[in-house]
């Protein structure tokens, strides 16, 4: 097992960053996002107050989840379609259907239904979007989505890349004055930062599943970036370095709005769609934000 370096910070230091407004975020050796020191934090408590009213709605809750659910499959099937070289009807028919039916759940369980459904189709064709085995590359697999172990590389990076993603749209509620443990589609749990889990749901294609495909068809990671203990496969020090620089590049790149129709990276995309939802919760907008590649 390798040795990780530990971290200090010294109390001047935090103080510093404090006055600046940076948080400091807290990983396990494992790459589980603990937590983070921040300042006083925002003080707009009227946003936290209609968060909390809306999520007592369950109208309006199953409102936002079906908009957010419904642009993670649209992303979802755009990226097999992008990716596949002359990807088969069948997988692009059958999420279609199930996305056609999200307007007729009439609660979040059977929503999740449809969800689950939709995932099942994406990730058994996951693989198909990975070229390992072609021109020298190192040839990765993804037998079915699995976590808390990933039980292979590819569901690795997949949890490391989610953990990111939860990470930085945990900081960004936090900095706009959202409550992140209280989401609309995921519920409440102990620990769980639930709203930065909804938000998330329609950039895991978009962020997180492209840096894996990414990594993998540009040759950038291999299997010495990956340790099998006990069943558990997880990345080594080097693999989460090589996988963090494509992450921030990812971050980093700029594309069009499918609303605004400007150019922002995706990081400040992330940002945008925080404080839409915050308008939307507020009244100053008709409808739930969404967020559709094209």
């Known amino acids: 097992m390798e040795q990780e370096e530990a971290v200090q910070v010294s109390t001047q230091c935090i103080q510093e960053l404090l006055k600046a407004d940076i948080p400091i975020l807290y990983f396990s050796y494992g790459n589980w996002f ?102 020298g590359l190192e040839k990765f697999d993804l037998q079915g989505r699995n976590r808390r172990p990933p039980r292979d590389p590819v569901n690795a990076m997949l949890s490391f890349g989610y953990n990111l993603l939860v990470k930085d749209l945990t900081v960004i509620l936090t900095a706009l004055g959202f409550d992140p443990f209280l989401g609309f589609y995921h519920q409440p749990r102990y620990g769980r930062p639930a709203l930065a889990l909804d938000l998330m749901e329609p950039f895991r294609p978009l962020i997180a599943d492209s840096v894996v495909i990414w990594c993998v068809n540009n040759g950038v990671v291999n299997r010495k970036d990956f340790q099998q203990v006990a069943g558990a496969c997880s990345m080594s020090s080097e693999g989460r370095k090589k996988f963090l620089l494509a992450y921030e590049r990812r971050m980093d790149s700029l594309i069009t709005h499918p609303v605004f129709d400007y150019r922002i990276s995706y990081r400040r995309v992330l940002e945008v769609q925080c404080r839409l939802l915050g308008r939307y919760l507020e009244g100053e907008i008709p409808d739930p934000p969404s967020f559709v590649t094209r």
């Open 34 to 135: 603990h937590g983070m020191t921040i300042g006083l934090g925002h003080k707009n408590v009227e946003r936290r107050i209609t968060q909390f009213h809306a999520a007592e709605d369950a109208q309006k809750c199953l409102r936002i989840a079906k908009q957010l659910v419904r642009d993670k499959a649209s992303n979802c099937r755009t990226l097999l379609r992008r990716n596949i070289p002359n990807c088969p009807a069948e997988p692009l028919r059958g999420m279609k259907l199930e996305i056609e039916q999200i307007d007729t759940c009439e609660n979040l369980g059977s929503l999740l239904g449809h969800e689950g459904n939709i995932g099942r189709v994406y990730f058994q064709w996951f693989s198909k979007m990975l070229k390992g085995g072609e021109n």
